[in-house]
């Protein structure tokens, strides 16, 4: 079993940066991804972005350009740094965890609001 923990939301204005971070602790053999999705009232959860053990990254379109990825495997930490915010982005955020095998691991979600 994985667990998964995420920290760093808060609320921030149109145009400011918050980072999230997500540890995973546990059965943490076999990881190869990690990643964030995001979802707000209302709406379905969306991939905002992912990242390989080997730093393959991807985005959503939505955020690409605002939004980094990164990890540090030796910790299994991922981070998200979010810059330009705007007020589309508010959401909860959701760490989840890839392993080979398994059935993806989630956090319990982090709340991002940002003002206009």
């Known amino acids: 079993q994985v667990q998964v923990v995420e920290s760093g939301g808060g609320l921030v204005q149109a145009g400011g940066s918050l980072r999230l971070s997500c540890a995973a602790s546990?059965?943490?053999?076999?990881?190869?991804?990690m990643g964030w999705y995001r979802q707000a009232p209302g709406k379905q959860r969306e991939v905002v972005a992912s990242?390989?053990?080997?730093?393959?990254?991807n985005y959503a379109d939505s955020v690409k350009g605002r939004f980094t990825i990164s990890r540090e495997n030796a910790e299994n930490t991922v981070y998200l740094q979010m810059n330009s915010l705007k007020p589309e982005d508010t959401a909860v955020y959701y760490c989840?965890?890839?392993?080979?095998?398994?059935?993806?691991?989630w956090g319990q979600g982090t709340q991002v609001t940002v003002s206009s």
């Open positions: 989840y965890v890839e392993r080979t095998g398994f059935a993806a691991s």
């Open positions: 546990g059965s943490i053999l076999r990881i190869n991804a």
């Open positions: 990242i390989t053990t080997g730093g393959r990254t």
